[in-house]
């Protein structure tokens, strides 16, 4: 979900001056005061961890998304949704004063759109705001980034998800570095990559708790603390690569990134 743009009122609809026809209320111009406008509010909050479903495949480095899911499910009260059947897995979480729902892998990563659709209609939440967690093979193991809108980068989940939803949905991005082919997302972390993973998902894990209790319509807020540096990389892996080591930008959305990072480019 994109922020609100700025209101500009055209030059017609400006309040008149005192000195040709007196005050007159925003309610009498049909304009309703800027302090007064609420954020629309989504019904329900939907965390999506990426992934190919199957028990065998969990440690693959495609399905990090999923892992940072399911960490979810241990810090925070978790109930199983059995009813659900486009939905298979979904868990209600406590905390929000709406409905906090958590979905694990649906089917295969490149057919998440559909996916996603499905099982947000089986849940009753077709309106709900969105959050994707998902591998991102620009950004090297031990580094998180959090975006509010953009391309899929040629990540065929992202791809599918695009194309249901359109680019305007938030996405948490958990790297896995290496070179960008089918064997490598689907290929298992290294043991040295694991020690980093562990940390990193549940540094994603509190990111994506951050998403759920500020909330979306607060998104600027979010993005400014995950994509901080101190926050966004644990280090391990991540301090070690030296294309990370520079100076880091803001980008439109809010998110911040390194100069030297390319945008992400996963299978």
Known sequence: MAADPPVVLKESAKLPSKKTSGKRSCKEEGIEPVAKRAKVQAPALVVFGLGNVGEERVRERHNAGHRVAMALTQSKAANRLEKAEAA???????????????LPPQGHINESGSALRCALEALGQPSAAVLIIVDDVALPVGTIRLRAQGSSGGHNGLK????????????????????????????????????????????????????????PEEMQKVLARVNHPDFCRVGGIAEETPKDKDTTTPE?????????VPEATGL
């Open 88 to 102: 298979v897995g979904a868990f209600s979480l406590s905390g929000g004063e709406r409905p906090w729902l958590l």
């Open 160 to 215: 599918s998800i695009e194309a249901q939803f359109g680019a305007d949905y938030h996405r948490l991005k958990v790297g896995i570095g290496g070179e960008r082919s089918k064997d490598h997302v689907v290929g298992e972390f290294s043991p040295e990559e694991e020690l980093v993973l562990k940390v990193v998902v549940e540094r994603a894990r509190e990111a994506v708790e951050l998403w759920l209790s500020t909330g």
């Open 252 to 260: 439109a959305d809010g998110s911040v990134v390194s100069s030297s």
